[in-house]
């Protein structure tokens, strides 16, 4: 288990931010942060893109569809030309060996219902799903994103006041509750991992519960029997139900770049 330093602790101001926030998921807060902040390295003003060792990482791991779509909508058309450019010379080679490489083999009539080893399709399907396999932005997320689920541990074993903080916070969407949960066993010993159940389960129940009457008030508000009707909380329920569930801000406009 890697153990809690001095650079770690940098990390609890942000995290306890993110609690303060009111959120209905603290950890979407700190993802989307780090998603933005890998973005503005990677394609901001540092011109990161233009140092050498950069670039080979970014021509190296490539990005996702997700964070390609997102760098597109970011804006800076050179510098994603740039990035694209070295990228796509990398992919092209790469490409073109395996596919020289190829070589058809014959599979007896008994080897089409049963293959026993490895055909020269099989190396190029697993060559390009290892290519989509790494993205440079979801590796710079994750980087700082598991230190903030240690630092998470961290402050609920050692700091009270951060456990009243959470004990008062809206609870977490299921996708980072399940990723916290899955933790407990390696972070907290047994009276802890027990007092992280009987703190955050109650707390999730709640909170699902109290975002379950919003939603149900805002379909109840299209009733025409509720046109003068206050929204209560349910105006928009319909983008922080779909967080809850999923993570994420569906809500969101695009992260463009400063100018």
């Known amino acids: 288990m890697r153990t809690f330093n001095m650079k770690d602790k940098l990390y609890t101001i942000p995290l306890t931010e993110a609690f303060q926030a009111e959120d209905e998921c603290p950890f979407c807060y700190i993802e989307r942060k780090l998603e933005q902040d890998a973005l503005n390295f990677t394609l901001g003003s540092s011109s990161s893109y233009m140092e050498s060792d950069i670039r080979e990482q970014t021509d190296e791991m490539g990005f996702c569809k997700e964070h390609f779509k997102k760098m597109y909508k970011y804006g800076n058309s050179l510098g994603n030309a740039l990035i694209l450019q070295t990228h796509f010379r990398k992919q092209n080679k790469e490409l073109t060996k395996q596919l020289q490489a190829f070589k058809p083999e014959k599979s007896s009539m008994f080897g089409k219902f049963k293959k026993t080893k490895e055909d020269g399709f099989d190396k190029i399907s697993q060559w390009i799903a290892q290519s989509k396999e790494t993205c440079f932005v979801c590796d710079h997320i994750k980087n700082d994103y598991d230190r903030y689920l240690d630092t998470f541990f961290y402050l609920f074993k050692s700091n009270p006041e951060f456990k009243e903080l959470v004990k008062h916070s809206k609870g977490f969407c299921i996708h980072h509750f399940g990723e916290l949960t899955n933790l407990v066993s390696a972070k907290l010993n047994d009276a802890q991992a027990e007092e992280y159940a009987k703190l955050i389960f109650p707390l999730m129940i709640e909170n699902m519960n109290r975002l379950e009457e919003d939603i149900n008030w805002l379909v109840d508000k299209y009733d025409y029997r509720n046109a003068n009707a206050d929204w209560k909380n349910s105006k928009d329920a319909l ?21």
């Open 239 to 259: 983008q922080r139900g779909m967080q809850k569930i999923k993570g994420g801000y569906p809500a969101d406009t695009d992260y463009q770049q400063n100018r």
